[in-house]
Nanobody
């Protein structure tokens, strides 16, 4: 049974930084994706950053390119998201997720496939 636990959320002023972490247990995919997704108030969930576990391929939504960096520690089954130059519009609940297939809908946050964490709140003021 795959379990994902996010940490690192909180409140920060605009221009500040936060680092989100996600610890995955029971996840043994040799290929597939791990990613960060967010749901802002009144909006649909979107894919923020995704990394393909078999290599270095990454995806970032346009609004976070150059500010956010996704990374993985395969030995620790840990996924991280370094968020710099945060803006009020980054305020959202952030979710960690993993999936074996990495289909475009999943990368974009539109699919519920795979396994999802409970989320961690990020508030930028």
């Amino acid at each position: 049974h795959v379990q994902l636990v996010e940490s690192g959320g909180g409140s920060v002023q605009a221009g500040g930084s936060l680092r989100l972490s996600c610890t995955a247990s029971g996840y043994t995919y040799s290929s597939g994706c791990m990613g960060w997704f967010r749901q802002r108030p009144g909006q649909e969930r979107e894919g923020v950053a995704v990394i393909w576990t078999g290599g270095d391929k990454t995806y970032y939504t346009d609004t976070v390119k150059g500010r956010f960096t996704i990374s993985q520690d395969k030995a620790k089954n840990m996924l991280s998201l370094q968020m710099n130059s945060l803006k009020p519009e980054d305020t959202a609940k952030y979710y960690c997720a993993v999936d074996r297939l990495c289909l475009p809908d999943w990368v974009g946050g539109k699919s519920d496939l795979g396994y999802w964490g409970q989320g961690t709140q990020v508030t930028v003021s």
